[in-house]
C-alpha cells in the first residue's frame, strides 16, 4: 500500500508545552484523511509541519516520499495548503488572485490561462473573473482559495477547517468539490467541525490533546469506539436532569443534542431501570460520530486525571 504521508512519533513542542505528541498516522493515495479535535489540540500545528512550514521538535515523517526534516522546501512547493486564513488579495479580481498563484508556483506563461480557465471550472466561479476578490461572498471567496491552493496540481491538499464561516450550501458544494478531487486521485487530509463532512471521509483521525487517541473509517469508529450501550431519550428540560441521570450507577456518560438525551449505559440490560428512574422511553440506538467524540474525549480526560 502506498502511502503519502507517513509520520512516526512527530512531536512539536513550544517552550515546555507539548502541542503535538509523537503522533503517528500514514494516510493512503486519494483519499479523503479527516482530522478531528477540540480546539487547541493541536490540528494546525501537525498541517504546518506537514507542510513543511514548520520544524517537528523530535520524531520524523515524510510527505509524498520527501522527509519532513531535510526536504521541507520540496515539500511546499509539490503541496497545496488552505490555512485557517486563507490569505486572498481582496482588492485583485478572481482572475488577478488566480494568475498571482500561478506566478508563484512558477507555472510557465503558456499554460496559465489554461489552469486558471480550469479553477474557475472547479470553483463554479464562471463569470466573476473581473470581480473584485472583496466583493465575494464567503461561499466563492473560500472556493477561489481552493483555486490558488491547487493551481499548481498538487497531488496532496492540506486543508485547515475550510469550511468554518460559510453558509451549509457553500460547505455541501466545497465538499463535493473536495469528493471530486480525491476520486480522481487528489489526496486530502481535512480538519473540520462538522460531524456530516467528517462521516464522507474514508478515514478519521481524532486527537486530543496532541495525541493520536482513535483512527478508523466512520463506520469502524461508531461501531467500536464507544463500549456500552447508547440509548436515547426525550427530555424537554434535559439540562436539570442530566445530573441526576449521571448519578446513576450504571450510566456513563450523558450528552444533550436539544430535547434528546444521549445516554450511556454499562449494559442493555439496565434500560429498563433506566425509563423508570426517568420517567420516559429509552430507546437504543447506533453511536453517532458526535457520541463517539464525545465519548473519547471524555475518556482520556479522565485519563489524565487518573
Ligand atoms: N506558535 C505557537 N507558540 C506557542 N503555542 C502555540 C503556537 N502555535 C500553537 N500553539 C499552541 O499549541 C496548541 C495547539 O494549537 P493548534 O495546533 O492551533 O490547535 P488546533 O488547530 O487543534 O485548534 C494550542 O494550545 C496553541 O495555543
Ligand atoms: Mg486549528
Known sequence: MEYVVTTSALTRKFGDFTAVNSLSINIRQGEIYGFLGPNGSGKSTTIRMLCGILEPTSGSGTVLGYDLARDHEKIKQRIGYM??????????????????????YSIPRRERDLR?????????LDGRESDLTANLGGGLKQRLALGCAIISRPAILFLDEPTSGVSPTSRRLFFKIIQSLASSGTTVMVTTHFMDEAERCHNIAFISEGALIANDTPENL???????????????????????????????????????????????????????????????????????FIALAKQKRRQVQQ
Open 83 to 104: 490555512s485557517q486564513k486563507f490569505s486572498l488579495y481582496e482588492d485583485l479580481t478572481v482572475y488577478e488572485n488566480l494568475n498571482f498563484y500561478a506566478g508563484l
Open 222 to 292: 461508531k461501531k467500536t469506539a464507544v463500549r456500552g450501550c447508547m440509548v436515547e431519550m426525550e427530555i424537554p428540560d434535559a439540562m436539570n436532569r442530566i445530573q441526576f441521570l449521571e448519578s446513576l450507577p450504571y450510566v456513563r456518560d450523558c450528552s444533550v443534542h436539544g430535547v434528546m438525551v444521549h445516554t450511556l449505559l454499562d449494559d442493555r440490560r439496565h434500560i429498563p431501570e433506566l425509563e423508570k428512574a426517568a420517567g420516559v422511553r429509552a430507546a437504543e440506538i447506533t453511536p453517532s460520530l458526535e457520541d463517539v
Open 116 to 124: 486558471i480557465k480550469e479553477m474557475i471550472a472547479m470553483a463554479l
